[in-house]
């Protein structure tokens, strides 16, 4: 049968300004959704000194770093960094087009979850265009591995996760996560899974300039006798996987529009998630370009047919 699908673009019906830190530089953050025009895609726009703009559109064409989070941009003078949380709380709403405006370098962390975003932005409304929306459907496997790492995308008919992963720390040990993705399976098991860390690590972090941010109300702490520090513990019992689900898909919005089929993972991250995008976009015989022949709000991806749209290459703009 396959899932539901939202047949027309959407934005959010009025603006809505957030506040917080930033997890790696520990600076105040002010985050403002804008409604965007149908075709606008998501839209990154970080203001500088002097009423500067830098501007980054949330395509897999423009991220840079992707060592502790996801990057947009290569200058740290200009980039904005840590976008993953936004962007999966953005494309499990199926939001499509969308201004983000942020003053300071890198998203608030809030409380390290996607959570706060989804409820922002349901508080505001999601509000429908009359342009057709667009997908990425998966005709072929393409598998890219890193040592013991490897992340694939599969045809299926519907948007699905399979992540998995394994840490050397037995309170963590073997994890997966496996499920369709809809807004309603979004926020309820996986919107509320926070990032989390080692204290092993963070004098480390600390000198190398990252995590001046972090602390126990932003993010899961696990301590060297591998317990969790944090006095309120876990808000599930594989709250580690399903925060790397969550990554996932924050970091796969970045294809430009949303991808029909199934995304794989085991040991993944940031670097592997990116690189499987980049590597499914490369090759234009493994996907091709749909949308719905009915003129319907809701449709299932059996009604989607390709369109011919040789112009339409969000992910490289």
Not at 82 to 95: D, P, R, W
Not at 150 to 162: A, H, I, Q
Not at 289 to 298: D, H, I, L, N, S
Request: proline share 4%.
């Amino acid at each position: 049968m396959g899932i539901e699908l939202l047949g027309f673009q959407t934005t959010i019906a009025n603006p809505i300004t957030l506040k917080g830190i930033g997890v790696h530089s520990g600076a105040e953050v002010e985050l403002t959704f804008q409604p965007a025009d149908a075709d606008a895609g998501i839209v990154f726009q970080r203001v500088l000194a002097g009423g500067r703009v830098s501007e980054f559109r949330a395509v897999s064409s423009q991220v840079g770093n992707t060592d502790l989070c996801t990057v947009l941009g290569l200058s740290p003078a200009t980039s904005i960094a840590t976008i993953e949380h936004v962007m999966a709380a953005v494309y499990a709403l199926g939001l499509d087009n969308l201004l983000i405006e942020v003053h300071g370098a890198e998203m608030p962390i809030m409380d390290g979850s996607s959570a706060p975003f989804i409820e922002a932005i349901e508080q505001t409304g999601i509000h429908s265009l009359t342009e057709k929306r667009r997908y990425i459907r998966i005709l072929k496997p393409v598998r890219i591995e890193s040592g013991a790492s490897w992340s694939e995308f599969t045809p299926y008919d519907g948007m699905r996760f399979e992540v998995e992963i394994d840490f050397d720390c037995p309170l963590i040990g073997r994890q997966a996560w496996k499920g369709d993705m809809t807004p309603s399976v979004f926020k309820r098991e996986l919107s509320r899974a926070r990032t989390f860390g080692f204290m092993r690590d963070v004098e480390r972090l600390w000198a190398g300039g990252f995590a001046l941010g972090s602390s126990l109300e932003n993010s899961v702490v696990i301590s060297d006798d591998n317990t969790v520090i944090n006095v309120e513990g876990l808000r599930y019992t594989d709250e580690f996987v399903r925060h790397k689900t969550l990554d996932a898909v924050g970091d796969l919005s970045l294809a430009g529009a949303p991808f029909l089929g199934c995304y794989r993972s085991y040991r993944g991250g940031h670097r592997m998630n990116a690189n499987a995008l980049k590597a499914l976009l490369s090759d234009p015989t493994a996907y091709e370009v749909v949308e719905t022949a009915t003129p319907r709000q809701r449709t299932r991806s059996r009604d989607m047919v390709a369109v011919a749209a040789p112009g339409f290459a969000p992910w490289s703009a």
